[in-house]
Nanobody, 118 residues
Framework: QVQLVESGGGSVQAGDSLRLSCAPAGRPFSTYAMGWFRQAPGREREQVATITVRGNTEYADSVKGRFTVSRGSAQSTVYLQMNRLKPKDTAVYYC????????????YGQGTQGTGSS
């Protein structure tokens, strides 16, 4: 069973940084890609950053140059370094796993709140 647990969320001042972590609740598992999504109040969930097993990354335009996604030594561990946070970055951030290149992001964690206060 694939279960993911996020940590590292919190409330900081605009311009500050947060680092989110995601790891499996149980044993590590193989993945094709890991990613971070977020959902702000009243808005749909959006893709923030993803990274494949080969290290290829993609970012939403709104976070390019400020956020960095990286993987841990285990394929099922991923991090999101968020710098120069803005109030509009305030959302619940979810870690997600994509097990196969022909599959979508089916497995999500419970989420962690990230807030950039003005």
């Amino acid at each position: 069973q694939v279960q993911l647990v996020e940590s590292g969320g919190g409330s900081v001042q605009a311009g500050d940084s947060l680092r989110l972590s995601c790891a499996p609740a149980g044993r590590p598992f193989s993945t094709y890609a890991m990613g971070w999504f977020r959902q702000a109040p009243g808005r749909e969930r959006e893709q923030v950053a993803t990274i494949t097993v080969r290290g290829n990354t993609e970012y939403a335009d709104s976070v390019k140059g400020r956020f960095t996604v990286s993987r841990g030594s285990a394929q099922s561990t991923v991090y999101l370094q968020m710098n120069r946070l803005k109030p509009k970055d305030t959302a619940v951030y979810y870690c997600a796993a994509r097990l196969d290149p022909c599959d979508s992001y089916k497995y999500y964690g419970q989420g962690t709140q990230g807030t950039g206060s003005s």
